[in-house]
């Protein structure tokens, strides 16, 4: 494997796992996650849906951001308006494999459908499901004022994406900021993802974390309604650099459940973990959104250090790992 493809598995691998360790204790308090884990913090995967290494709809819908962008590529419609039936069909595939009918037909046939694990409820967000359930047309963007972090945890694939295609900064925020706005409305919900997107194209292409936030933040001022997202991003870099405890630090980032605090924990996390089994503990043992907030950390983590560091046994463990590592392929490779 070539050292860029290796980073576009870090990516997806990383962030699942991290998904899949923050799963068990998404919906604990700190307080309950010290008593599972005897103070340590999550360390290991424990049971969640009743298995070890369990993804959730993190996971489930950064797959189906990688068949959208797939999709477009391979019929030749990569411009922003274009991607945005792309990316509504792929999560009304999603909105399929969660028992809920596609309220509009959809085109193109969804190769993840037949993935076990992807025809399984795992606590989807329920502004993606009520956006897609009344999605009026493939080309509506979301009506709603939500901000949750179900936007932003799906959006890595775009900057691989963007690495692929060469996208610039701009293309690359507003392709990532679309991924999200067609189900979230409020615009730190999508501009929190045209971040990200531009954080993880960076990465890939070998700049230093602060650089690539850097990149992301200059963007992200260009847009409307960016100060929530600016200013979680600068409380993070901002706490990366004290000496406070993670536990503390995170405490003043929020728990993750809305895009801005989701951010800015992982970005936190990635910024102070020394290695990859404490970026896991610190982004997923807290008692907000683990899942999403260790899925967003591992995406990024992956992206600057490929499979490096991730313990061979977490990878075996985790769910669908084989899927996992074909869509990063499949994206590596799309043309
Ligand atoms: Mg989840």
Redesign the pocket.
């Known amino acids: 494997m070539t050292a860029i493809a290796e980073r576009f598995s870090g990516c997806l691998l990383a962030g699942a796992i991290g998904?899949a360790m923050g799963?068990p204790v998404?919906f604990m308090s700190s307080v309950e996650i010290d008593s599972l884990t005897h103070g340590e913090g999550v360390n290991q995967f424990y049971q969640a849906y009743g298995k070890l290494g369990a993804i959730?709809?993190?996971t489930q819908m950064t797959l189906f951001t990688c068949e959208a962008l797939l999709q477009a590529s391979s019929d030749g419609d990569c411009s922003s308006e274009q991607v945005i039936s792309y990316f509504n069909q792929a999560y009304l595939h999603w909105l399929n494999t969660q028992q809920e009918a596609s309220p509009l037909p959809l085109t193109y046939t969804s190769h993840l459908l037949n993935v076990p694990s992807l025809n399984a409820r795992?606590?989807p967000g329920i502004t993606c499901i009520t956006a897609l359930r009344n999605k009026p047309s493939l080309q509506a963007l979301a009506e709603n004022e939500s901000k949750g972090c179900g936007g932003v945890m799906r959006a890595a694939p775009v900057g691989l994406f963007a690495v692929r295609k060469a996208l610039s900064d701009e293309v690359t925020f507003r392709l990532g900021s679309l991924c999200a706005h067609v189900t979230h409305g409020h615009p730190t919900g999508y501009l929190s993802a045209g971040l990200f997107a531009v954080v993880i194209r960076c990465l890939i292409q070998g700049m230093t974390l602060r650089a690539a936030i850097d990149v992301g933040l200059r963007e992200l001022q260009r847009h409307n309604g960016h100060e929530e997202t600016l200013l979680s991003v600068q409380r993070a870099l901002m706490l990366s650099a004290t000496g406070l405890s993670h536990r503390q630090a995170i405490q003043m980032l929020g728990e993750g459940w809305v895009a801005e605090e989701a951010l800015a924990i992982a970005l936190y996390c990635v910024l102070v973990a020394k290695d990859f089994s404490q970026l896991i503990n610190y982004s997923v043992s807290h008692g907000g959104d683990s899942?999403?907030t260790g899925s967003i950390a591992g995406n990024l983590w992956g992206a600057m250090h490929g499979l490096n560091g991730i313990p061979q046994p977490w990878l075996a463990q985790l769910e669908a790992h084989q899927c996992i590592n074909q869509m990063a392929l499949a994206l590596h490779d799309c043309a």
């Open positions: 998904d799963a998404e959730t709809d993190d795992r606590a899942d999403s």
